[in-house]
T-cell receptor, first 116, second 119 residues
Framework: AQKITQTQPGMFVQEKEAVTLDCTYD???????LFWYKQPSSGEMIFLIY??????QNATEGRYSLNFQKARKSANLVISASQLGDSAMYFC?????????????FGKGTLLTVNP | GAVVSQHPSWVICKSGTSVKIECRSL??????MFWYRQFPKQSLMLMAT?????????EQGVEKDKFLINHASLTLSTLTVTSAHPEDSSFYIC???????????????FGPGTRLTVL
């Protein structure tokens, strides 16, 4: 079974500062993928970044980077230079391998508030 | 690219009626689509996996006779909530896996969601 844990129900950050959102995972699959999605108050899920379990380098997408520490089973999201529009719910998710057919398991989410 | 639409965006219905929600991949083919349900201030819970041309695979605890899923083409999946009751009120979100995703073939792209309220 796969499990995603996000221990921060809410986070606050000052505009233009960086913030790290925590995510730890548990799986017995040798191959897996980790995702971060952003969900604004409007409800849509916006894909941010992906990290494969065999990727040698940490993923980066613009202001988003994923701090992947495989031995610790953590995949923290780092948002640099926070903007007011970054205020949203952030979900960490995992995709397993084999017969899981790309099903995603989501964490409970972290509500990020960016203060001006 | 990778746009997924849902219709309707919100619906209010009376208890006992059925509601159909459509999920379309607009600019890519999706052999696999997923249906999630999200209650207020909670995470997304997978309800079922929908494969084009075959029966959907439901997660444990999800009634397949109540939540009918049809995936008739590579760009359309529908979820029908039959005999809806107030406890079915929720935010329903679909996602589609890009069949030929160039870089991230297993990334799911989500629709904007449908808010269902059953009176």
């Amino acid at each position: 079974a796969q499990k995603i844990t996000q221990t921060q129900p809410g986070m606050f950050v000052q505009e233009k500062e960086a913030v790290t959102l925590d995510c730890t995972y548990d799986t017995s699959d040798p191959s897996y993928g980790l995702f971060w999605y952003k969900q604004p108050s409007s409800g849509e899920m916006i894909f941010l970044i992906y990290q494969g379990s065999y990727d040698q380098q940490n993923a980066t997408e613009g202001r988003y980077s994923l701090n992947f520490q495989k031995a610790r089973k953590s995949a923290n999201l780092v948002i640099s230079a926070s903007q007011l529009g970054d205020s949203a719910m952030y979900f960490c998710a995992m995709r397993g391998s084999g017969g899981s057919n790309y099903k995603l398991t989501f964490g409970k989410g972290t509500l990020l508030t960016v203060n001006p | 690219g990778a746009v997924v639409s849902q219709h309707p965006s919100w619906v209010i219905c009376k208890s006992g009626t059925s509601v159909k929600i459509e999920c379309r991949s607009l600019d890519f083919q999706a052999t696999t689509m997923f249906w999630y349900r999200q209650f207020p201030k909670q995470s997304l819970m997978l309800m079922a996996t929908s494969n084009e041309g075959s029966k959907a695979t439901y997660e444990q605890g999800v009634e397949k006779d109540k939540f009918l899923i049809n995936h008739a083409s590579l760009t359309l999946s529908t979820l029908t909530v039959t005999s809806a009751h107030p406890e079915d009120s929720s935010f329903y979100i679909c996602s589609a896996k890009d069949r030929q995703g160039p870089i991230r073939p297993d990334t799911q792209y989500f629709g904007p969601g449908t808010r269902l309220t059953v009176l």
